[in-house]
């Protein structure tokens, strides 16, 4: 089954509504997926969920078929997590894999344009525009999300 890696970083929580719509779409298009949120280190939270380290992130990515990150933007640019992955990208062999990119943002959005920069400048095939949204996630904005995820699951098809 091809597998599907959601990875983002967020302030907030806004980018993690939309990771899990994501999710969603491309489980139902029949993708295995996995939902990772970006920290400083891989653990569980007290409370609930789960971080995952820049590091344990590119390892998931190199493995992934098809890899969707997400962001808002903060002072025009992406979480410094998503930062990092970006620097850090470049050294894995992600040519061929499939790629978009969402986020949130408020008035001046930047995140998801500089991820779509990136994995073209890695030879991702991209799955354009990706999605950035403005203000609270609607559920507009939650189907739209997982209609991401069914594209990506589509993208993924046909290379097959
Ligand atoms: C300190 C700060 C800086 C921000 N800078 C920007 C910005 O440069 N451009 C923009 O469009 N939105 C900006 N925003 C708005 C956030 O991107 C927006 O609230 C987003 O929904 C947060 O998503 P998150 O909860 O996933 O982090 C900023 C918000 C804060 C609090």
């Known amino acids: 089954m091809a597998k599907l890696a959601v990875i983002y970083g967020t302030g907030t929580g ?28 891989t653990e569980d939270v007290p409370g609930g969920g789960r971080t995952t380290s820049v590091d344990d992130a590119l390892a998931i990515m190199d493995s992934a078929d098809a890899v969707a990150i997400g ?9 410094v997590f998503v930062e990092q992955l970006l620097e850090k990208a470049g050294s894995l062999d992600l040519s061929g894999k499939v790629g978009t990119a969402f986020g949130p943002y408020a008035t001046r959005p930047k995140a998801v344009g500089i991820i779509i ?33 069914e594209s990506i699951a589509r993208a993924l098809s046909g290379k097959r």
């Open 14 to 41: 806004h980018t993690g509504e939309m990771a899990e719509q994501i999710d969603d779409g491309a489980r139902s298009e029949g993708l295995e997926t996995e939902v990772i949120l970006l920290g400083n280190v």
């Open 71 to 79: 962001s808002s933007t903060y002072n025009m640019l992406p979480v």
């Open 117 to 149: 920069d990136a994995m073209k400048s890695w030879g991702m095939d991209v799955v354009e525009p990706g999605l950035q949204v403005s203000g609270a996630i609607t559920g507009k904005i939650r189907q739209e999300s997982r209609e991401l995820g």
